[in-house]
Every structure is written in C-alpha cells, then in structure tokens.
C-alpha cells in the first residue's frame, strides 16, 4: 500500500518546487507561503483538495504577459519601460486587474497582487471605496471584539489614493486620523489630519508631505525619516506599499497599545509583523479581505451599467458597508470552522481558497 505524505510535507515541497521554478521573486514567494502555512487544516480536513494537482495549478498563473510601455518625459525623451499582466486563475469568472505605476514593479509583484473572487467584489477598482472599505473592516474587527472605532486615534501611512479616502473615513466614523507620510517621512497632526489640506497638497499640488505640516500651524509637524510606528494609536491601517510594516514597526504599535491592525495596502506587513500581531492577540485585517472594497463597488458599478441606471452615492456606500460587513463575517465563520476564532487570515485564506478550489475541482 502506498502511503500518502502528510500535509506538512505535501506544502513544503509544493513551496521548495514554487520557489525554485520562480526566482527572485520574493514578494511572490510571500504571498503563496503566507497562503499555504493557513491551508494545513482544510487540506487535512478535506483530502480531495491535495489531489488532482489543484494546489499546484491554484500557484501557476494561467497567463502571464510582459510588454513594451514607450513614454515621453517633460524634456522629451522617450523611456521604455516593461509592464506585466498576470492573468491567476478565472475559475470564477472574469479576472480583475488594477493598474500600478511604479519603479519597483516587476514580474513577482504583479504575481503576489490583484485576485478576488466574485464573493470579495468584482473587476476594476474605484477610488474611494479602498480606503473607505478598510476602515469598514477595522470598525468591524473592533464591534466583534465588542470594541467601538469611535473616539479611538489612529496612524496612517502613505497619503495616496487609499490613505486620503482612509482618513476621510475614519474622521466619518468619529475616529481621530493622527498621521499620514510618503516616502520622506511622516506628518503628524495632533488635531487630526486636515483632509482638504493633505488633498491640496498631494491630489492638486503632488508635492511632499512636509508642506502639510508646514502649512497646517502649530498642531503639526514633519518628522523626516520617520516610520508612523513612533506614534502610539488605538488603529493602524497601513495604506502606502509592499512590506512598509516590519517586526520592528510590529513591536511598537504593540508596546502603544494598538488593537487592531488593518491592510489598505497589499502586504504592507511582513510575514514577521503578521505573526508579532496575530501572538500579541491585535485584530489583524489582511488586504486580501480587507481592501477588498474597491472591487467590490467596482462589481456594484458593473451591476449598475448593466441595468442601464444610476445609484444614488448614499446606496453605493450602503452597498460598500454590506459587502465589508460580509467579507468580515465569511472571514471570522470560516476562522471559526476552522478552529482559529478571531484570526481573520486563516478565515481569508481558507474561505478565498475553497472558493477557486471548489470551481476549479467542479
Ligand atoms: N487604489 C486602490 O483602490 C487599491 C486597492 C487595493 C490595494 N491597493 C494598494 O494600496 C497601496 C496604496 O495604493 P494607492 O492607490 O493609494 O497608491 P498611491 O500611489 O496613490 O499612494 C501611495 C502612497 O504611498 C506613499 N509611499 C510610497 N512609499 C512609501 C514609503 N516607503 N513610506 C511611506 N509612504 C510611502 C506615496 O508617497 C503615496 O502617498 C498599494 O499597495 C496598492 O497596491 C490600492
């Protein structure tokens, strides 16, 4: 009788295999190894999954594209540049892209981004709804804790497209918006970020954060340099970019008494960060559920355009707070079956997973 390997091993060598077939892509080989260390229980549950191959069909895209983008700069000079599109898996349905220009994209980024199934939302991403979905989950996170987002302070990073519509959010919701940063450092307001003014700034005149703080008067002030970590909160959302979150930024916002962690960004915290949170017992939103909210009103645009009509803003937004509320409650049920309650990356992982698996395997 042949015996079959057990899970650890079946995942270790599926790992082994991934990273040798795909190198120096690191930011991938993060994104499959945080997905595969939460499978262990519903692969040991439900053995059909290990088998057809499906695990490694589920870490091989079905289509990957590498293209030529020409550009001309102010002096015009033309660049040429490389973009990629990687096309995962569309066992669901159509897949769903964004788009990102930036000098650090490569091949691996693209490869740890972009898929949702169609109970996370839908195709392309809408602005607000990002920023506005992530504080949705982070105010869930705290009610299922019994906890308000009300009256708490909170630390962002970045000052784009997902950290304006954070703090536009969080200020809503009655929560104190402390810090927003690019990559020169820091601001913090000890009034509250002055959303009109981060905009003028970065949206209108796209120049560095340290004019807020000079602008802004004696409640701010530009730390240069500095990480958002320096500044104790009830709530952090990091919302700039890959890995910003380290062990060390972990450590602090744990030693200031954060309570819950949420990902506006895509795996801003490092594998390390993650673990630091989930030991520590802070609630921790991964980005794949909680960032979720601009494919999902992407889906309710679809929706719209297909029936020919046009939702007041109130509807969307209402729309917006059902599907987080969702993705909220399919994360801590599935966490739940699965013998982990409260840890919403196990619920992400194995809910998103049988999901595919499950079209896949039909
Ligand atoms: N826009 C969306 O709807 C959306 C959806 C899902 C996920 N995301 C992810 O959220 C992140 C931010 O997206 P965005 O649309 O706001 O991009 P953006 O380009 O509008 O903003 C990024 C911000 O991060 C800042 N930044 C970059 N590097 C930094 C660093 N090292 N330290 C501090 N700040 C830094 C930049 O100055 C900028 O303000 C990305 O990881 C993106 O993939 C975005």
Not at 99 to 127: C, E, M, N, Y
Request: hydrophobic fraction near 40%; glycine fraction near 10%.
């Amino acid at each position: 009788m042949v015996s079959r390997p057990d899970t650890k091993t079946v995942l270790a060598s599926l790992r082994t295999g991934i990273e040798r077939r795909n190198p120096a892509q690191p930011e991938f080989h993060q994104a499959v190894h945080e997905v595969l260390e939460t499978l262990a229980p519903v692969l040991a549950a439900r053995p059909e999954y290990a088998e057809p191959g499906l695990l490694e069909r589920l870490c091989e895209p079905e289509r990957q594209i590498i293209f030529r983008v020409p550009w001309q700069d102010d002096r015009g000079r033309v660049h040429v540049n490389r973009g990629f599109r990687v096309e995962f898996n569309s066992a669901l349905g159509p897949y769903k892209g964004g788009l990102r220009f930036h000098p650090s994209v490569d091949l691996g980024i693209v490869k740890s981004l972009t898929g949702k199934g169609r109970q996370w939302g839908g195709s392309a991403i809408r602005p607000e709804a990002t920023g506005y979905g992530n504080v949705l989950f982070a105010a869930a996170m705290l009610r299922e804790r019994g906890e308000d987002l009300a009256g708490r302070t909170a630390v962002v990073s970045g000052s784009g497209n997902v950290a304006i519509h954070t703090i536009e959010k969080l200020t809503a919701l009655g929560a104190n918006p402390l810090t927003c940063s690019d990559s020169s450092g820091y601001v913090i307001d000890e009034k509250g970020v002055d959303l009109e003014l981060l905009k003028q700034v970065k949206e209108v005149e796209r120049t560095r954060i340290s004019v807020y703080a000079e602008r802004r008067g004696a409640s701010a002030r530009f730390v240069p340099g500095g990480r958002v970590r320096e500044v104790p909160a009830g709530v952090a959302l990091p919302s700039a970019t890959q890995n910003e979150l380290d062990e060390d930024d972990a450590a602090a916002l744990i030693r200031n008494g954060v309570k819950a962690v949420s990902e506006g960004a895509n795996m801003p915290a490092t594998p390390r960060a993650v673990e630091l949170f989930r030991e520590a017992g802070v609630a921790f939103g991964p980005g794949k559920a909680a960032n979720a909210g601009g494919v999902a009103v992407s889906a309710l645009e679809m929706a719209q355009n297909a029936a020919r009509t046009v939702w007041a803003p109130q509807r969307v937004e209402d729309e917006l707070a059902r599907v987080m509320n969702d993705v909220h409650t399919t994360c801590r049920e599935t966490a739940e079956r699965y013998g982990a309650p409260g840890d919403h990356v196990t619920g992400a992982d194995i809910a998103g997973f049988e999901r595919v698996a499950g079209a896949m395997l039909a």
